[in-house]
């Protein structure tokens, strides 16, 4: 393992736990939100109007200008100093806000419009689409205020600083906890209660990155211009990120409006599902990525094209030694899991029911959705932002085909299916496709072997549980500590480096 493979770990750690946090919180958001609104149509109503201003978060934020911006600012830094670098950030900051202003007020004005459009099967539901329209008016500024979170995010990240950026979205979870009790005790209307939580949310995470961003020597006061060099490069690679994220995007409303046409409750179906299987994705997956991109813009830079494949087939190790045996474990576990998260209050059993069976299918492309991260971040790093676009419309077209042809068999399953083979179809190509930019270094698929032969055992393991109802959730923490030990008796890599890297954090903390 080099260097930068040991840093990727250490970093991971930092960011998966903080993550963690967020995502048990997560959890416990959900619960709340199943227990108030269970899976009818008001909860509908409000999950749409909150995947909308998440749509420009990850277009704007986390899915492009982040991406696109650390690279800019690492290459800034190295070359032109720190003040040169901060004065990006600032002119970066200063467009954010002029674009998504504007954006904010023609979507107040256009609210009805955009309802329509997102959710075009809510037209035979007059009281559905009244409400999403007006929760949608409340939670839309929430794109400005989390967009510009993504920016300090970004500032934090190029500058090896990973804890408070995942400790962020703790705050939106504990203020739609807060929210949604208090409403359910005090009697007043739950989504609107968690449309303002939203709003306030986005506002408290800002100002949870400033005293970070003042710790590293950063100030939003200082020299920029509109035209400063660093934003027309961030700009100029944004443009195919646009698209990419876009696309992304799209298929998020694409899947949205279909599932619209569905049963009741189908929305809701894939979004809890979705929830669970982003837990051990968001908890490693993507904390690997957002430590790897740092690392790999500056391998990029300077040149080391061999240090570069072997950081890059490192993360993908880790993100695939983590992600296999969830995935293992999910399908093994999905309906215990459930019932345990969700299935009380308004979450009736057939509830439950189907949404672990969408959970299943959205497991079966967990692998691929930890890969594909890591793998346009190492587009990225080489500034070159136009492949990830082209690979990703094209899985557009494999989800829409798929989606189309599996949700009348398989109602809101199918959509979870063609999800997960579109982000199969993406990692692939991506992966092949960077093979002619780098020349040969797919390693990690070879040195997974070991963990996904262990992961198996875990899911049989796993599966046999399952006749003890939500109790067989509890032997989780066993099957992770055996499986990490197994894989350290047998000399997994990644096993060592992990635990290693926890061992001396663990260590630390204890002088």
Known sequence: MNTHARSIAKSALVVASGTFMSRLLGFARDMVTAYALGAGWAADAFFVAFRIPNLLRNLFGEGSMTMAFVPVFTRTRQEQGEDAAQATARAALAWLVVILGALTVLAELAAGAITA?????????????????????????????????????????????????????????????SAGLGAVFLHLSVPHALAWAVLAAGILQWLLQQPFLRGIGFSWRGPWIWRDPGVIRTAKLMIPTLFGSAVYQLNIVLGTAMASFLTVGSISYLYY??????????????????????SLAALAVSGQGEEFKSTLNAGLKLSLFICLPATAGLLALSEPVTRLLFGRGAFDLAAVEATSRAMMAYALGLPA?????????????????????KVAAFCLLVYVGLGLALMGPLKHVGLALAASAS???????????????????RDYLRGSLGAAILSLGLGLAAWSTVPLGSWAVAFIPAWA????????????????????ALRRRVGRKGV
């Open 117 to 177: 459009l997102m959710a075009p099967g809510f037209a035979d539901n007059p009281e559905a689409a009244a409400l999403t329209t007006h929760l949608l008016r409340i939670t839309f500024p929430f794109a400005l205020s989390i967009c510009a979170v993504a920016l300090c995010m970004g500032i934090l990240n190029a500058s090896g600083k990973f804890l408070a950026p995942a400790l962020a979205p703790c705050v939106l979870n504990i203020t739609l906890i």
């Open 273 to 294: 599902a979705d929830r669970v299987v982003q837990f051990p994705l968001g908890v490693f997956g993507i904390a690997v990525s957002t430590a790897a991109l740092p």
């Open 369 to 389: 959705f930890a890969q594909v991260k890591p793998l346009v971040a190492a587009y990225y790093a080489h500034e070159d932002t136009r492949t990830p676009v």
């Open 481 to 500: 500590v055996l499986y990490i030990l197994a894989a350290r008796l047998i000399r997994v890599p990644e096993a060592m480096l992990l635990t290693d």
């Open 423 to 441: 982000s199969w179809v993406n990692s692939l190509l991506l992966s092949g496709l960077l093979a002619r930019r780098i020349g040969p270094w």
